[in-house]
């Protein structure tokens, strides 16, 4: 029996580590949250998310630049004229006219202005999003890796369990056919053993669902996982991690600046109120508009003030609407504020509960491995029932199932913490992939003049 708790112990530890003879080359949880930083799509829908949202600020700063627009005519006329001239005259005309046209906003109320700092704000809440996104994904990944672990480890306790079970029932039937036990005894070992199958099958079944999400969330097969990764560092009290928290965590930066995009909102809207001006000018060139042969010149500069006096009250229904958007903005702000200690509190101690399970499960088992051999050896002399050494078994077996999960838990439970404190992400974690500048693509095009882009 020494021999049979020694291989249950290896095959325990190998199912833990996640690693399979089928495969040569495993793959880390560092390798695991790497691969998904690069390859998730919907990470990648994020970032091309933002850079469109990069745009606005360039389409807010056109306010400041002039248009310029070209237009031409060609045309054929023919006009005949009875009664000034005996026989009267005819004339065919084929007029060209040219024009170039330049505008330049010299004040638009403020408006311009208004929209650019709500662009920019608006940036920065999508740069508060994408980590957001970021984090997820990455949290995602660890998810998925952990679950393949923990199911991996749990089918093969399982199936070392229903080898086990086997062995009891073929040594049951055995000392039933000698007379040293009833036909109840043997009965008591196959119903384990039926239910330790059925429980093989749903561990099983598990791994595969499990297999299938981390093929999703990381792109890659989960053939070989190994789970040699250490605890992240957290901040050690709550109060430390509250206060992080509340100062970088994403939802929460996000939801700041996007009440002070509903600020500048408001002002351009109260820009459309506001007087504004401009400059125009303007050349154009005629041939044969008058008269065949006939060609004129116009040049001109003319600066237009227009003070909007009544707008059939559609301006001010703008601003009152921009106000209530700000009142909403300003909510969103408490509601995440609210949130983010709320999923602190939670994360820490769910982080902190799972540390300490790890703990009672690793004596639960070495308590159990030592009460399971013990009914064995009494088992035999007849000190302890048959249902006695199978209630140990199971007892065994809950208790190393229960020791894979709370390691599980507390791997989640601390990625989590580390999300909620902004921290989980690929530069932050020193993943080894090409980290994604948004600042680079923004520096590119918010101040373009002219381009359409790849």
């Excluded at 080359?25 to 990648?44: G, R």
Aim: no cysteine.
């Amino acid at each position: 029996m020494r021999f049979v708790l020694v291989g249950a112990a290896a095959l325990f530890a190998l199912a833990l580590a996640g690693t399979t003879a089928a495969t040569a080359e495993p793959l880390t949880l560092e390798q695991a949250m790497a691969l998904a930083y690069e390859t998730n799509p919907q990470l990648q829908g994020e970032q091309a998310n933002l850079r469109a949202t990069d745009e606005g600020v360039a389409r807010a700063r056109s306010g400041w630049r002039p248009t310029i627009a070209a237009t031409g005519t060609y045309g054929w006329s023919r006009s005949e004229t009875d009664g000034v001239v005996p026989g009267g005259t005819e004339t065919e005309l084929s007029p060209k006219v040219g024009a170039l046209t330049v505008t330049q906003p010299i004040f638009s109320g403020g408006r311009t202005w208004a929209n650019v700092s709500r662009a920019q704000a608006l940036v920065r809440a999508g740069r508060a999003n994408l980590i957001a996104a970021e984090q997820q994904t990455l949290l995602d990944a660890v998810t998925a890796f952990m679950n393949v672990v923990r199911d991996q480890a749990t089918a093969e306790l399982r199936k070392n369990n229903v080898a086990v079970l086997k062995r009891q029932l073929q040594a049951a039937d055995d000392r039933f056919r000698v007379g040293e036990i009833t036909r109840t005894d043997v009965a008591q070992a196959q119903a384990r053993l039926s239910g330790a199958t059925a429980a093989l099958t749903a561990a099983e079944a598990q791994l595969a669902a499990s297999r299938s999400n981390f093929e999703r969330v990381v792109g890659r097969t989960a053939e070989a996982l190994v789970n040699d990764a250490p605890f992240p560092a957290v901040p050690p009290t709550e109060e430390q991690a509250l206060d992080i928290a509340l100062q970088k965590n994403p939802l929460l930066i996000a939801a700041r600046e996007a009440d002070r995009a509903a600020d500048y909102a408001v002002d351009s809207a109260l820009g459309g109120l506001l007087p504004s001006l401009s400059v125009r000018g303007e050349y154009e060139r005629a041939e044969d508009t008058f008269g065949r042969g006939i060609q004129t010149e116009s040049m001109s500069v003319m600066g237009t003030l227009s003070v909007p006096l009544y707008q059939a009250g559609a301006e001010h229904a703008t601003v009152r609407e921009a106000k209530e958007r700000r009142s909403q903005a300003r909510l969103d702000v408490t509601d995440a504020e609210r949130a983010v200690r709320e999923a602190l509190r939670s994360t820490f101690e769910a982080y902190r509960s799972s540390q300490a399970a790890i703990t009672f499960n690793e004596e639960q088992v070495r308590a159990n491995e030592i009460a399971y051999e013990g009914v064995q050896q009494e088992a035999q002399v007849g000190a302890r029932t048959t249902l006695d050494a199978l209630n140990a078994e199971q007892e065994l077996l809950d208790s190393r199932v229960a020791l894979v999960t709370s390691r599980r838990n507390a791997y989640v439970a601390a990625y989590q913490l580390l999300a909620a404190l902004g921290g989980l992400t690929a530069q932050a974690l020193g993943l080894p992939v090409t980290i994604y500048d948004p600042v680079e693509h923004y520096d590119d095009v918010s101040g373009a003049w002219i381009g359409l882009g790849d």
